[in-house]
């Protein structure tokens, strides 16, 4: 499959009443707001560093962590602002990291790329592509050895494909019949190389099969079909089958980073995926079921923006870490 094509995926849709279904529109609402917003405020110079958008990917994120409980472990990459949302962490927390505010859920020194909060067991936010997987293998085989009923779920890019520890991870994880959810994010590009460029093999769900793991290819632009996937992946892990991979066909709408100029693609590519856009997909969907009408679209969307501007106002108004702290956190503290 080239960068160009659409994914030709019919796959199952879990069945949700129709309130589960305004859920899965409403974080994705909820993600799409605050990486527009934060745009903004990269503009305005209010967030720094490097900014790593999930517009257009959002489908995943709110379908795929739905299907798992507090007690199971997320492992993510830096784009994973939209992962951390779903999981729970607080918009404010989130924004102050942004803002690299002490009271954000990092401390103000993850930023962007390195979101964390153990109590959630959401684990990065990973800067190094690939870096997640060993991660997420360590804490699915401590799992195990202390017979804790958790799946942990990886999240990755295609890009990751090509790293050594995806081969590694997936082949100790298959052997050793861990917990783990490989959950691969395909969005045809590793930074900006084309997946065609870089792979021989496209298939990447058929790629991961051949270390003997259950793995097929899912519609990432459907937020349904991410959920029945997810579904089927995470009952299999749990009854004992051992790991599973998803390859979520999906796209960024926005370039790389906000460094990235974008100039490795065609803007009629770009525009085809538009419209394949998973939430005025799901809105309409919703509206010719009756299950919901454009007084209720206002009010989520009008609820994520207040969201947002109590999350912004907070993380203005947060404290900075003071300079006598900076030391701290890289040598073990005593009790």
Aim: aromatic content about 6%.
């Amino acid at each position: 499959m080239t960068a160009t094509e659409l994914p030709d995926l019919v796959g199952d849709r879990v069945s949700l009443t129709p309130t589960e279904r305004v859920e899965l529109l409403r974080q994705m609402i909820r993600i799409r707001r605050f990486e527009e917003r934060c745009v903004r405020l990269y503009s305005a110079e209010k967030i720094r560093g490097f900014l790593h958008l999930y517009v257009g990917e959002e489908a995943v994120a709110a379908g795929l962590l739905r299907e798992i409980g507090p007690e199971d472990a997320v492992v993510s990459t830096y784009r994973e602002h939209g992962h951390a949302l779903v999981r729970g962490i607080p918009m404010s927390e989130l924004m102050s990291e942004m803002f690299g505010r002490a009271s954000g859920c990092s401390g103000g020194r993850g930023g962007s790329m390195h979101l964390f909060d153990a109590g959630r067991r959401f684990y990065g936010g990973n800067a190094i592509v690939a870096g997640g997987l060993p991660l997420a293998v360590g804490l699915a085989l401590a799992d195990a050895l202390q017979s804790r009923p958790a799946v942990t779920v990886c999240l990755f890019g295609d890009g990751a494909v090509a790293e050594g520890e995806f081969h590694e991870c997936l082949n100790l994880a298959a052997l050793w019949r861990l917990p783990v959810l490989f959950a691969c994010e395909n969005n045809r590009y590793a930074m900006g190389t084309a997946l065609h460029r870089e792979h021989a093999v496209t298939d990447l769900a058929l790629r991961a099969a051949t270390y003997g793991l259950m793995a097929w290819p899912v519609d990432g632009m459907d937020s349904e079909a991410v959920a029945a996937a997810a579904r089927r992946a995470v009952q299999s892990i749990r009854g004992g089958s051992g790991p599973c991979f998803l390859e979520m066909r999906t796209y960024r709408f926005r370039a790389h980073s906000l460094y990235d100029a974008d100039r490795y693609r065609d803007k009629a590519e770009v525009e085809r995926w538009k419209a394949r856009d998973p939430i005025p997909r799901l809105s309409t969907e919703l509206r010719a079921a009756g299950e919901l009408d454009e007084q209720d679209l206002s009010a989520l969307e009008a609820a994520a923006e207040a969201e947002l501007d109590d999350a912004i106002a907070e993380a203005e108004a947060g404290p900075r870490e003071p300079v006598a702290d900076l030391t701290r956190h890289v040598y073990a503290e005593r009790p």
